[in-house]
């Protein structure tokens, strides 16, 4: 198939060594997707703010070189009908190894379940890494919304993302079903004839490599403790397993030690010498208690579904999903997208909160190593909100404040440069 990609003829791909460490030059090319609903009203300007930020930092020494790529329905209008996820966008991110992305819809049919789980599985982009602080002034329902301050580890490869369902009444429902029944004893399955069937792989390799990271991160990042959530009295051999091998992990890479006889234990930070407690909470008890003990939990570590869920309320809790950010990162590439969805009501109506794009884009300039521009991003963020300025997500929650578009809230977070 004929390229439908435009490679800017100025810029320079990003490329990573054997380690895994970026190689960034001063004029990267970065492949987008634009999104589809609200992709159209909060990509531009996550641009707008971006190439200011580096501008103002970096006096013209650094640009970035954004090139579109393709996914969700402009796919299908670029590529034809049924063409949601092109390989070359695959290629492309995984070739200029960084990359961002606006929310995606479920295609209706075409086989496909989500994009956004399509990209992560194919890329093996098994991190999704979802920081959650509070800026001041922000509208949020608790009495003390800076207290939360936590970054959720989420798995994002396998548990149930891994799309390994039947449907109910189909012959494959059936035959597992008789499987389960006949050949594993299985005997509390009610009412089987009419039954739809999930599997929930979770394996040794894949908790592995997401509490390394997550560990890894603690330390990189001075932060107190990991929290392993899980469910794991009532899915044993699943979510169970992942706190077990998660503390065997601490305990064997990192040289943690039990805590009164455990399983909680900790270890001294390898470069700051601060204590790092590893411990693990029942995750129906950590949605409560993120509400009213907040300041007991720092770095996160959870499988797939938990971390979606849990994402959301942590995100409620300081102003919403409209301002949280996220990151999806495998070895030497990174897709940086919103938590957020396509919200198609909004669509095209530059009146949703951009917020969640360009701070997923604030971490993606970090991971380049840009710390200069990432925190003039921040402190726009930040002069923004504390000034009012605020898209209607925020203003139907605050006194006095000034409603401005999607597009006037970028707008407003350059002016607080
Ligand atoms: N990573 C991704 O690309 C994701 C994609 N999706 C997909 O998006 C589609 C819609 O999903 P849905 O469940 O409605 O979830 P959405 O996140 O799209 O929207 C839910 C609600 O969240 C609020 N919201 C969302 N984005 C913003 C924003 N930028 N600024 C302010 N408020 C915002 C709105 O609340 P209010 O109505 O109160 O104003 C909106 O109605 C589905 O197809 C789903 O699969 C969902 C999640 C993530
Ligand atoms: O892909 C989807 O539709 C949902 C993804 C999602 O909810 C998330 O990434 O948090
Ligand atoms: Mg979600």
Redesign the pocket.
């Known amino acids: 198939m004929e390229s439908k990609l435009v490679i800017p003829t100025e810029g320079q791909a990003i490329t990573v060594d054997q380690n895994n460490r970026l190689n960034v030059p001063n004029n990267p090319i970065i492949p987008y997707i634009e999104?589809d609903?609200?992709g159209v009203d909060?990509t531009p300007p996550m641009i707008k703010v971006i190439d200011a930020a580096v501008a103002k930092s970096y006096g013209g020494e650094r640009k970035i070189h954004w090139m579109e790529v393709y996914s969700g329905e402009k796919a299908t209008q670029v590529y034809g009908a049924d063409t949601w996820l092109p390989q070359e966008t695959l290629t492309a991110v995984k070739d200029y190894c960084v990359a961002i992305k606006g929310?995606?819809?479920?295609p209706v049919g075409g086989g496909i379940r989500?994009l956004?789980v399509a990209l992560r599985q194919e890329l093996d982009l098994y991190v999704c890494l979802r920081p959650v602080r509070y800026y001041n002034g922000t509208p949020s329902p608790l009495k003390n919304p800076e207290l939360t301050d936590m970054v959720i580890f989420r798995e994002n490869s396998e548990d149930i993302y891994a799309g390994v369902e039947y449907q109910a009444g189909t012959a494959e429902a059936d035959k597992v079903i008789d499987f389960l029944k006949n050949e594993m004893g299985a005997t509390k399955i009610r009412f089987e004839q009419n039954c739809g069937v999930g599997i929930k792989p979770v394996s040794k390799e894949g908790t592995e490599r997401l509490v390394r990271a997550a560990i890894q991160y603690t330390i990189d990042n001075d932060r107190d403790s990991l929290t392993l959530v899980h469910k794991g009295n009532i899915m044993k051999f699943t979510e169970g397993a992942f706190k077990d091998w998660g503390y065997e992990l601490a305990q064997k890479e990192f040289g943690a030690e039990l805590l009164d006889g455990g399983p909680w234990c900790s270890f001294k930070n390898p470069k700051t010498g601060k204590e790092i407690i590893v411990k693990d909470v029942i995750a129906d008890a950590f949605l409560q208690q993120i509400l009213l003990r907040p300041a007991e939990y720092d770095v996160i570590a959870t499988m797939n579904l938990n971390g979606d869920y849990i994402s959301d309320a942590l995100a409620a809790q300081v102003g919403?999903?409209?301002i949280a950010p996220g990151a999806n990162i495998g070895d030497g590439v990174a897709l940086f997208?919103?938590?957020?969805?396509?919200?198609?009501?909004?669509a095209g109506l530059d009146k949703?909160?951009?917020g969640?794009l360009i701070l997923s884009a604030e971490m993606m300039l970090r991971h380049l190593g840009w710390v200069e521009a990432a925190d003039l991003v921040v402190k726009g963020m930040e002069g923004a909100i504390a000034n009012k300025t605020v898209?209607?997500?925020f203003d139907r929650l605050m006194d006095d404040a000034t409603l401005v578009s999607c597009s006037g809230f970028g707008d407003a977070i350059i002016d607080n440069f």
């Open positions: 999104g609903g609200i909060v929310p995606l819809t479920t989500s956004n919403g999903i409209g997208e919103a938590t957020h969805g396509t919200a198609p009501k909004y949703v909160n951009p969640s898209t209607y997500d």
